[in-house]
């Protein structure tokens, strides 16, 4: 269901109600409560979302958007009955790596750029140029994104992306000690010091019926040893890579049974979904 994110300073933060429909400021409603409203003149809305994702090709685009949804959800403490999944994704080559030794992609992220279709995953700066089928694909998965748990090494690699999360509305960092002079402290990143465990449970709870995206590597190994991981999305790339940073990375734990897979073909790249089996 598509929905519009609703901003009007002159609102307070008591919950309302208008033509039976409650409201927050700085909460999502439906389209046809939010348009409705807006013709009363009771609120004004500035941002469009699919999804509750920015349209691709929105003029009303806001990147500020996942820092007050974040704070809505710290503040108000409400989430969805619903919990979402624990998704494990990466490009991996065909046999097994999602970098090298030096934590370079090489050929493994072609597929992001050889293709007609724009698609942007939530960063106007960041567009992607893929294949139709991968477009849908992105499109379907990364609209369900909520909360990303990435590791520090991701995190200083890509500067958390200046600030603006790849994909979903917040980042936890697992980390051992906090970054003290990263330019961006308002952005929706939070530095989770206590465990692996401990930040796949606060995304969650950020997340609600939104799915967590967990990065591949150590991270990904460990979760899944732990039985946290609900699904792998493999961006499965022709390429083989010899060595550098695995998938799964030390993985110890016992066989993981995996469903059979829903597989999507992109050009240079094959998508894969499998169910983790409990």
């Known amino acids: ?10 609102l307070d933060d008591k919950k309302r109600t208008i033509d039976s429909h409650p409201y ?10 939010a348009r409705r409203l807006a013709e009363q003149g ?8 699919k999804h509750g994702r920015p ?11 996942r820092l007050r949804r974040l704070r809505q959800i710290r503040s108000t403490g409400r989430r969805s009955q619903t919990m979402g999944k624990v998704i494990a994704s990466a490009t991996v080559s065909l046999d097994g790596f999602i970098a090298d030794e030096s934590d370079g992609v090489g050929p493994l992220f072609d597929w992001y ?6 698609f ?10 893929v294949s139709a089928a991968s477009a849908a694909y992105m499109e379907e998965t990364w609209s369900q994104v909520g909360t990303a748990v990435i590791g520090r090494r991701l995190f200083d690699i890509t500067n958390g992306w ?9 980042v936890f960092v697992v980390t051992h ?40 590597g150590d991270l990904l190994g460990q979760a899944l040893a732990a039985g946290l991981v609900d699904e792998l999305q493999v961006d499965l790339v022709p390429v083989v890579f010899g060595k550098g940073v695995r998938f799964f990375g030390a993985y110890d734990g016992p066989p993981a049974l995996l469903g059979n897979p829903k597989i999507v073909q992109g050009d240079r790249v094959t998508h894969l979904r499998y169910d983790v089996r409990r």
Not at 42 to 49: D, G, K, R, W
Not at 162 to 170: F, Q, S
Not at 181 to 193: G, I, L, S
């Open 1 to 10: 269901m598509s929905s519009l994110v609703l901003l009007n300073p002159q």
């Open 162 to 170: 200046n600030g603006r999360p790849a994909a979903g509305d917040a």
């Open 24 to 33: 927050r400021h700085d909460d999502y409603l439906d389209d046809d409560v």
């Open 177 to 216: 000690r906090p970054p003290t002079d990263w330019p961006f402290p308002d952005a929706p990143f939070t530095f989770v010091t206590d465990g692996l465990a401990s930040a796949i449970a606060r995304a969650k709870a950020a997340a609600g019926d939104k799915d967590v995206s967990l990065t591949g």
């Open 113 to 118: 750029q050889n293709g007609d279709v724009p």
């Open 55 to 65: 349209l691709l090709n929105g003029s009303l685009s806001d990147p500020g958007h």
């Open 120 to 129: 942007n995953g939530g960063d106007p700066e960041r567009v992607f140029h």
């Open 42 to 49: 009771s609120i004004t809305f500035t941002l469009a979302l």
